[in-house]
């Protein structure tokens, strides 16, 4: 055990011994010292505490202390009607502090439990209630901040994670503290519950016990509880005031006596015109003339000296601004900040501002924050921090999309307007300005918002501009997804499924497969738009296949098909017939012949004419479907999937190329056409 762990330990087992065991009187002055002194250091630790979080424990130590306090109540009542004689620092505080005498004892100790339990103890209960309440009600605010920098790139994943720890932390803590305060209450009461009994109980002994007169009892035992009285009520007023000091603590960040004074005397008009108030009471009334006057000219020298201070600091202040400008002309650029590539990048002209601005009511960046929950639950897989910014090169309206720092889209928008788009059934127009939708280059109109519930009316797709943006931006992410998952995101991946499925990982990763490989299948599914959420079973898969071929192109086959029931439930509905285009049995045995194997992987052989009459034959074929309403899909054997797939994914990049093995046993599927050669 550590040595703070056993005088923690030792501090408690103290005070219950106390409550049990008879202790000497000299004991008791050792622990009474001890109590003033921790009460002290209590008391100082709070003022000087830059965060309320660095003493979280302090309704813990609320608890412990008022215990000890207690106990120790306990022990000295227990030698005051036992022996007479508590020790020397019940007596030093009954005799010095109430001066000896039974009725200014009794005054001073009636005014300390009157200050502790109706001043301080009830303003610190409620400010703690309220802070507590407070304090709640604010953190799905702080919470969504926190994303918002997130998003925007101002913080990282590690910094946000700190933050939402410490907003958990403070909420946890003010909470503490709102029923911590009721020991220190609960304290002031058992104090004069405990001084009634002392009195009480030794005029009693002192009479019965010990023979003595009525007077002299009552001159002893209660000078000696009020001695017991104050050494135990000042340890707990102090640890009171610490309360006190702790919950209204308005500064996070500085030392509470400097700010205090600063912010008390840091004005020097507010100085001066005391100082000529104090002066002119000591003047024109009875009060003592010079005690007022030197004293109203202490606060204008004060505000004299604190005026120069600021002038000399205004001064300072502008000569080292002045400093570090030049400082940062002279040297060399960083050029290593200039190496970051940003993921995702989302640049748009000074007209979208107010889109991106939460103060204008623009509510930009959270549909950022609804982008990344959507494709991690849609695809399984975390898109990287999203950046956010203005740029006056570009158009006022328009914006683009980066990826790795290259544009890989652009649109532009009206501000004002909304964007309505024909579904292909409405017949009647409507007049606006005609455009394309920039995710998938839809015809569309741009039309004003009076004209809005008319088009909503007559069937058209209208459309805000923050939601073309979100959408745009989405679908880019779909499309690139498999490029942006690095290794690093591939390791974070394994190490969540590790906590819940450790032998799975350590006999896969890096037995088998290294992370570089396990990535290359994952892109392969998430290129062609299926999910990875189900870890398990795409690791599952890869540990029975593994052993066998180290192919990722064969490998991803290999989940594929057991991703069977994902696929079909993506693509094909289970309570209509799918209508799809199969291959021509004669291609796919050419497609397969043409397959050359290589160290570095597979690739195909096929004549380009051979090709450009599969390519015709496919956009036949699709064209068919398209004109149904129907996704384009084409149904291939297993083995020539991949190398179906690869052939014409730069001609349809939206063709769905699915194998027998990848379809439930209850899909129903209607073939409208064959590819051939």
Not at 242 to 252: E, Q
Not at 583 to 604: C, F, H, R, W
Request: aromatic share 6%; proline share 4%.
């Amino acid at each position: 055990m550590k040595k703070a762990d056993v005088g923690v330990a030792l501090y408690i087992v103290a005070a219950f011994i106390m409550l049990i065991v008879p202790i000497p009187n000299w004991l008791l002055d050792v622990l009474l010292a001890c109590n003033i002194a921790v009460a002290f250091t209590i008391m100082f630790g709070t003022m000087f505490a830059k965060e309320v979080l660095d003493l979280s424990f302090f309704p813990t130590i609320l608890l412990f202390t008022t215990i000890f306090r207690i106990a120790l109540n306990v022990s000295s009542t227990r030698l005051i009607l036992t022996t007479g004689d508590p020790g020397q620092v019940v007596e030093t505080f009954g005799s010095f502090v109430g001066s000896g005498d039974l009725i200014v004892g009794s005054i001073v100790f009636i005014i300390l439990i009157l200050i502790q339990f109706m001043v301080i103890n009830k303003g610190s209960e409620r400010v703690a209630e309220v802070t507590a309440r407070f304090t709640l009600d604010a953190m799905p605010g702080k919470q969504m901040a926190i994303d918002a920098d997130l998003n925007t790139g101002a913080i990282n994943d590690a910094e946000a994670k700190r933050r939402r720890d410490k907003i958990q932390e403070e909420a946890s803590f003010f909470g503490s503290m709102d029923g911590a305060v009721k020991y220190v209450k609960g304290d002031a009461t058992a104090g004069l519950i405990i001084t009634a009994v002392n009195i009480v109980g030794g005029i009693a002994m002192g009479v019965l016990s010990r023979g003595m007169d009525i007077s002299a009892a009552l001159q002893q035992y209660v000078i000696l509880t009020i001695g017991d009285g104050l050494v135990s009520q000042i340890p707990s007023l102090l640890i009171s005031l610490s309360t006190g000091i702790l919950v209204t603590k308005g500064s996070k960040d500085a030392d509470f006596g400097s700010v205090l004074i600063k912010q008390l005397f840091g004005v020097p008009k507010v100085l001066y015109i005391v100082g000529t108030i104090i002066i002119g009471l000591g003047v024109v009334t009875p009060l003592p003339t010079i005690i007022f006057m030197i004293l109203g000219f202490i606060f204008i020298l004060t505000g004299r000296v604190i005026a120069g201070e600021i002038e000399t600091a205004k001064i300072e202040g502008e000569v080292d601004a002045e400093e570090i400008a030049a400082e940062e002309i002279r040297q060399p650029e960083n050029v290593n900040s200039l190496l970051q590539v940003d993921p995702i990048e989302l640049e748009f002209g000074y007209g979208i501002i107010p889109l991106a601005d939460v103060n204008q009511g623009g509510d930009l960046l959270d549909r950022v924050v609804m982008i990344r929950r959507q494709i991690a639950l849609e695809l399984g897989t975390v898109v990287p921090i999203i950046r956010l910014r203005d740029n006056i090169q570009l158009n006022p309206n328009q914006y683009i999309i980066k990826i790795k720092g290259i544009q890989v889209s652009e649109g532009e928008i009206l501000f004002d307007h909304y964007m309505a788009m024909n579904p292909g059934y409405v017949e009647e127009e409507i007049t606006g300005i005609p455009t394309f939708e920039p995710s998938f280059h839809l015809p569309a109109i741009w039309i004003t918002e009076g004209q809005r519930e008319r088009a909503e009316s007559m069937g058209y797709t209208v459309v805000d501009p923050p939601s073309i943006i979100a959408t745009h931006l989405t679908e880019i992410i779909r499309q690139h997804i498999a490029e942006l998952l690095t290794r690093q995101d591939v390791q974070n991946l394994v190490s969540n499924l590790k906590e819940t499925n450790p032998s799975l990982v350590e006999e896969l990763v890096p037995k088998l497969l290294g992370i570089g490989e396990v990535q290359k299948v994952l892109q392969n599914l998430l290129k062609e738009g299926i999910s990875i959420r189900d870890l398990l079973t795409i690791f599952e898969t890869l540990a029975d296949y593994a052993s066998t071929t180290r192919d990722t192109d064969i490998l991803t086959e290999y989940v594929r098909q057991s991703l069977k029931r994902a696929i079909s439930n993506k693509f094909f509905p289970t309570n209509e017939t799918t209508s799809v285009v199969t291959l021509d049995p004669k291609l796919e045995q050419e497609i397969m012949a043409s397959v050359k194997q290589t160290e570095n992987g597979a690739y195909l052989t096929l004549d380009p004419e051979k090709s450009k009459g599969i390519m015709k034959s496919v956009g036949n074929e699709v064209a068919k479907l398209e004109n149904l309403g129907k996704n384009p899909i084409v149904i291939t054997s297993p083995i020539v999937r991949v190398y179906f797939k690869r052939l014409t994914e730069d001609y349809y990049k939206d063709l769905i190329v699915v194998s027998y093995n990848e379809i439930e046993n209850n899909i129903e599927l209607q073939s409208v056409g064959m590819v051939t050669a």
